[in-house]
């Protein structure tokens, strides 16, 4: 999309386009597009079209506020789910900021939850289009400025100003997880953290040679699924790695580093949140259940007390069996189990591969965890517990 269409898209001229493609019972099809196409040319068409599958699929991450949202494929997928962006407004607004600078934007989704904490915001946005997008967005609230980052931050970033930027992680082959190919570039934004509250917003599988000294990183679960790792200056304990659960806002700090002891299974077994391990948290989780992990560097624990926490599925272990194929298959078959799951950490088995293997049949359903121990691999029944 050009800029010339996205400023006719959010026009007023084409509110009543925008409501036939959303009321197009599936505005991807080609039924609808020829619908469109006899009132309004291909391009604005196409444009109104996509516009009302982007909101719908945007109802995931914004709730209700999606249907009034102008998006693009590429903003919506790297837009900040609506619950962290709010954690995220909140913890500048709790750091004494006032003003927040958002290098970046792209369809505005972080600048509209630090609005709704409020935060000043001044936007910027390299592409032409998005940035149309983007100011539709925020309305009156903040404008949004088309301009390469690199360009316009020292001017930006007055005394005073926090900032924020999430880098674009996409190149013409499509989206990357290479840190090089970051837009505006990672050391340029991990360098403006120095000296001033800020936050840099990157992928939850972020290397730790990229994270800069002197800045806290926090990782962010968002309902169980890891979403981000992100990196504060001036709003957390320096060097500090913390895991967040979202939405509940449960924080659990890695603390100093170090190992987790290992031990024989219990009675309880422990699947920590994502973000826990990713924080290099385990220990610091070990050490509230009293628990242990099978082997070193397996993100298990094991404890004998029934202790249960948001950092962690627990599971209570119903029976402890050798990791044997054929004796695995013989147990699958005489309890009737037809819906298998397995759970492995620290073995070469692939669960969907192993599940066909092992030919679950008939009513029953159970959980099976492969996890090598002290004593070898094992096969360990589970039942999950609710906390």
């Known amino acids: 999309m050009d800029a010339e269409l996205a400023r006719w898209l959010v026009s007023p001229q084409a509110e009543a386009a925008l409501a036939e493609a959303s009321s197009q019972p599936d505005p991807g099809s080609l039924a609808a597009a020829t619908a469109l196409r006899r009132h309004w040319p291909p391009g604005q068409a196409a444009a109104v079209l996509t516009q009302a599958v982007l909101r719908r699929r945007a109802v995931a991450k914004f709730g209700d506020r999606a249907t009034g949202l102008f998006l693009t494929p590429d903003g919506l997928e790297q837009a900040t789910r609506a619950d962290v962006a709010r954690w995220r407004a909140d913890r500048f607004r709790a750091a004494g900021v006032r003003t927040v600078v958002d290098l970046g934007c792209g369809v505005g989704a972080d600048a509209l939850a630090l609005l709704d904490a409020g935060l000043e915001v001044v936007a910027v946005e390299a592409d032409p289009a998005t940035a149309v997008l983007a100011q539709a ?3 009156d609230s903040a404008t949004v400025r088309c301009a390469d980052a690199v360009d316009v931050a020292d001017e930006l970033l007055g005394e ?8 674009a992680r996409r190149t013409a082959a499509g989206r990357t997880w290479r840190v090089a190919d970051f837009s505006p570039p990672w050391e340029f934004v991990t ?16 290397p730790s040679g990229f994270i800069p000294d002197g800045v806290a990183t926090t990782w962010v679960s968002h309902r169980g699924d890891l979403v981000e790792a992100s990196l504060w200056s001036g709003a957390g304990e320096p060097g500090g790695r913390t895991a967040v659960l979202l939405p509940s806002g449960e924080q659990l700090d890695a603390g100093e580093r170090r190992d987790t002891a290992a031990g024989p299974v219990g009675r309880y077994l422990h699947e920590p949140d994502p973000a826990v391990i990713r924080a290099g948290a385990l220990a610091a989780l070990a050490r509230l259940l009293d628990a242990r992990c099978p082997q ?3 993100a298990y624990l094991f404890s004998d007390g029934a202790a249960t926490t948001p950092f962690a599925t627990t599971f209570e272990v119903l029976e402890e069996r050798p990791f044997d194929e054929a004796d695995l298959r013989r147990w699958v078959r005489e309890h009737g189990i037809g819906v298998l799951e397995i759970k492995v950490r620290g073995l070469d088995v692939d669960p969907a591969v192993l599940r ?3 030919r679950p049949k008939g009513p029953a359903s159970a959980t099976l965890v492969l996890t090598p121990t002290p004593s070898g691999s094992r ?3 589970v039942r999950r517990l609710i906390a």
Do not use: E
């Open 137 to 139: 967005n925020l309305g």
């Open 160 to 167: 005073g100003a926090a900032v924020f930027a999430d880098p």
């Open 191 to 206: 360098g403006l953290l120095a000296g001033r509250t800020g936050c840099v917003k990157a992928a939850p599988g972020l």
């Open 296 to 298: 070193p560097g397996i």
């Open 356 to 358: 066909r293997r092992l």
């Open 379 to 381: 096969a360990l029944v």
